[in-house]
């Protein structure tokens, strides 16, 4: 089969005129017959990182036929219903006192059509309990910070919110992953196998026809062996030790814009602090700010959970979204030199760009990625790094295990 270049981006003027964007609750419905071509892809064991063994993923003849980026769907009433409830949780936060009944506090979850979102983790099978859990570990100590917002920056920032802005934000970040819980469902169905549910079709016009697909660069009997999106001429170094969520957001928005915006221009729409900036900021702004979300490309982008995700399947998620949708992938690693050798020190939570992949047959899988972290900017002692980086893509997949958010956005 022929592959077919992307679309040309749309034009972005009216999302980069403003932060506050309303977006409609529903585009383009079609006819949900892709979701007969949706992938099923089995549970894999759990891959040892050695030097070999690891060979190429290719799909087989049941699962190489993908459907369509899906779109946004509507808040139904159930779901506001939910968002409301949620909100209204949120007011425990101002009386809640001691490390343990604010992470408790903090951790407020929705469920939408069966999928359980949990703010400021989100799409995830986690109980509550166990993502609070998470919340009330100390960080390592003696690692550089490179501008991931960690346990206890996100504890301070809930605290630190009136009740109103608190509640704004909650249900800014509830209404998105409501109109998203389509895009969630396909993913699970397609990387993990998750059955769709019988009404799915019902619910979710907006999934739209594999015809789609051709001009987003479609696959036949298996992804190619390697392919990479975006330019390196967009990736430049964080020139702030906390602005690795900047920099990342600069590579991902200039190569949607095809203009170079600074990083402190970045820096202020996701409201990055010296504590760092919130993966769920940075899928909130590449949804505004560019259009890697629209239906030509990945749909919403999500920040989803992928502790339950073997390395097939987030290696999976990798080509799909490299490959298939032609966007780049928010990685949310911790640096640390066993994952990363070309760090002197270990470092802490991080944002990459993933931008690649090669399945490298016979040897370890690669990612690619733009790495905005270069030490030597901040320590002229200490080696640089360099901005493209190919690495062992089961160690990138370790690293972000290692984060205690194990998400991504994608």
Request: glycine residues 10%.
């Amino acid at each position: 089969m022929r592959l077919l270049p992307p679309q040309t981006p749309r034009s972005l003027a009216h999302r980069i005129a403003s932060d506050d964007v309303r977006r409609p609750l529903w585009r383009h419905p079609a006819s949900i017959a892709a979701a007969a071509l949706a992938l099923t892809l089995g549970a894999v064991p759990f891959l040892p990182d050695g030097d070999a063994g690891q060979g190429a993923i290719v799909p087989s003849a049941e699962t190489t036929a993908p459907t369509a980026a899906v779109g946004r769907g509507q808040v139904t009433p159930e779901m506001q219903a939910e968002i409301d409830r949620v909100v209204a949780e949120g007011a425990a936060l101002d009386g809640a006192s001691g490390r343990t009944t604010q992470a408790l506090a903090a951790v407020r979850c929705a469920t939408f059509e069966g999928q359980r979102y949990c703010l400021g983790f989100g799409w995830t099978n986690q109980s509550r309990e166990a993502l609070a859990a998470r919340l009330q570990a100390r960080p390592a100590l003696g690692r550089e910070r490179t501008g991931d917002l960690d346990a206890a920056g996100l504890l301070a920032r809930g605290a630190r919110r009136s009740t109103s802005e608190r509640a704004a934000a909650d249900r800014a970040e509830l209404t998105a992953a409501a109109q998203a819980v389509g895009k969630v469902w396909m993913l699970r169905h397609e990387i993990q196998g998750v059955e769709l549910p019988a009404d799915f079709a019902a619910r979710h016009p907006e999934v739209a026809t594999g015809t789609d697909l051709q001009a987003r660069g479609g696959f036949g009997g298996s992804y190619p062996e390697r392919s990479k999106i975006l330019t390196s001429k967009v990736a430049q170094a964080q020139n702030q030790t906390w602005w690795c969520g900047p920099a990342t957001m600069q590579a991902i928005g200039w190569a949607a814009q095809g203009k170079r915006k600074n990083q402190s221009y970045w820096a202020r729409r996701l409201g990055t602090t010296s504590a760092g900036t919130a993966i769920t900021d940075m899928v909130r702004v590449v949804n505004n700010k560019t259009d890697y979300d629209d239906e030509a490309h990945a749909g919403p982008y999500v920040t989803l959970d992928i502790s339950d995700f073997t390395f097939k399947q987030w290696y999976r998620l990798m080509m799909r979204h490299v490959h298939d949708y032609r966007a780049p992938v928010v990685l949310h690693p911790v640096l640390l030199k066993q994952y990363y050798p070309y760090l002197d020190d270990d470092a802490s939570g991080h944002f990459q760009v993933g931008r690649g992949y090669d399945q490298n047959p016979g040897g370890n899988p690669q990612l690619g990625w733009f790495e905005p972290w270069d030490q030597s900017k901040f320590d002229p002692s200490e080696p640089a790094i360099g901005r493209v980086q190919w690495r062992n893509a089961y160690r990138s997949y370790r690293a972000n295990l290692a984060h205690f958010q194990h998400n991504v956005g994608v």
